[in-house]
């Protein structure tokens, strides 16, 4: 079973407007984390947010925030005033922590694309 | 360097030659991780190494695949008699390998392997 779910292949944006990338994730453990990476036309991978599975808060990275529903299993990541630097692969993804693992499991990915 | 590097950048082969891709963590991470990205897609995990423990090789996808890492540091992903449908990016992430939920892996710029 796919255990991330990202639902939107691609999106466009207009510069300076918000943007919210939608994640699903499904997992028997009650400890896990999720995380968003960012994956520029370059290739790299880069770190943007966290969210714990215990954090009561939703995290929040500068113009990264991500809305944490846990009882709906969803970790949207929302990008507000979108630069054209923004246009970007956006990947989702969880580790769960109940068989100490440590390995990652994506989403296939969000691109986005932003409009000036 | 500071990052995960990752060597050669690019390789192009031919059907049924054995390659070996090679990834440096980041100094003093004793996690280290092999992931494969084929075009337009997620990422999907192959094999992970913490410390002296065996490795987690429940990501390799046949026998051709097997990886190493000497001293804790350097590893090597070698697949033998390549199939065109190994044509992808394979990209290294390392980390601290810690228990708690945020250890963040960072990733290298991957390798483009073509196979003819």
């Known amino acids: 079973a796919q255990k991330i779910t990202q639902t939107q292949p691609g999106m466009f944006v207009q510069e300076k407007e918000a943007v919210t990338l939608d994640c699903t994730y499904d997992t028997s453990d009650q400890s896990y984390g999720l995380f968003w990476y960012k994956q520029p036309s370059s290739g790299e991978m880069i770190f943007l947010i966290y969210?714990?599975?215990?954090?009561?808060q939703n995290a929040t990275e500068g113009r990264y925030s991500l809305n944490f529903q846990k009882a709906r299993k969803s970790a949207n990541l929302v990008i507000s005033a979108s630069q054209l630097g923004d246009s970007a692969m956006y990947f989702c993804a969880m580790r769960e922590l109940g068989n100490n693992d440590y390995k990652l499991s994506f989403g296939a990915g969000t691109t986005v694309t932003v409009r000036a | 360097g500071a990052g995960v590097s990752q060597s050669p950048s690019n390789k192009v082969t031919e059907k049924g030659k054995d390659v070996e891709l090679r990834c440096d963590p980041i100094s003093g991470h004793t996690a280290l991780y092999w992931y494969r990205q084929s075009l337009g897609q997620g990422l999907e995990f192959l094999i992970y190494f913490q410390g002296n423990s065996a490795p987690d090789k429940s990501g390799l996808p046949s026998d051709r695949f097997s990886a190493e890492r000497t001293g804790g540091s350097v590893s090597t992903l070698t697949i033998q008699r390549t199939q065109q449908e190994d044509s992808a990016v394979y990209l290294c992430a390392s980390s601290l390998g810690r228990r708690s939920g945020k250890s963040e892996q960072f990733f290298g710029p991957g390798t483009r392997l073509t196979v003819l």
């Open positions: 969210q714990g599975s215990y954090d009561e």
